[in-house]
């Protein structure tokens, strides 16, 4: 599915700027700073890949690869510090219609830091993803910086988020790209959704 062939398409700013919708798409978003480019990397087995989502100028942009057979779309990460408001306004435009107007969005994996569980902008990221109708799943990153008590309270209050969302898969995937865990797991489940 992925090694070897994935490749940066485009980053598109405008709903024109969309590569024809001819195929499975999956999409990855998180809070900047989650892990998304590491996950990203690990999964296609390519250092370095998703760091082009993260240069400046590509971060009100959503950046389609294409890996095999599908597009593997990468959201700039939300929480735009400095930004002006215009801009922010005109990327969540764009976001808004994105989600709701692309058929062949199967699923969007939403990010979180294992070590802080689901925060506002994630929940506002999930309603978003309820209203458009989107499938999503859950997949905390970095596990291994975080052990016993505290991964369980941060993954109990990440599943009483999750149970709020129509759209959400209730289960989380638990994943460190550190270790490369959870990443065949995560791997398979793109393989069934292509
Ligand atoms: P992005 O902004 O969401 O694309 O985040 P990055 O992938 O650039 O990662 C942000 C920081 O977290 C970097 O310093 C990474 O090395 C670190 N990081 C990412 N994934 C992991 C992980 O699984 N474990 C650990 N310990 N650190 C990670």
Redesign the pocket.
């Known amino acids: 599915l992925f090694a070897g062939e994935t490749e940066f398409l485009k980053g598109v700013v405008a709903m024109n700027g969309l590569p024809p919708a001819d195929r499975v798409e999956i999409c990855f978003a998180?809070r900047?700073?989650?892990?998304?480019?590491?996950?990203i990397n690990a999964l296609t087995g390519r250092k370095g890949l998703?760091r082009a989502s993260?240069t400046p100028g590509r971060t009100q942009e959503i950046n389609f690869f294409t890996a095999g057979d599908i597009y593997v779309v990468d959201l700039p990460?939300y929480g735009f510090a400095n930004a002006p408001v215009a801009v922010v306004e005109k990327w969540q435009r764009l976001l808004k219609q994105y989600l709701s107007g692309r058929q062949t969005l199967r699923r969007v994996f939403v990010l979180i830091d294992a070590r802080h569980g689901a925060k506002a902008v994630d929940e506002e990221i999930m309603s978003l993803l309820d209203k458009s109708a989107v499938t999503f799943q859950v997949v905390m990153?970095?596990t291994?910086?975080v052990k016993g008590a505290a991964l369980e309270e941060s993954l109990t209050r990440t599943r009483a988020a999750l149970a709020k969302h129509p759209a959400a898969f209730p289960e989380l995937l638990l994943t460190?790209?550190?270790k490369a865990e959870g990443i065949p797991t995560l791997r398979a489940i793109i393989a069934g959704i292509s």
Do not use: F, I
């Open positions: 998180g900047s700073n989650v892990g998304k480019s590491s996950l998703a993260n990460g990153t970095k291994d910086k460190s790209s550190e």
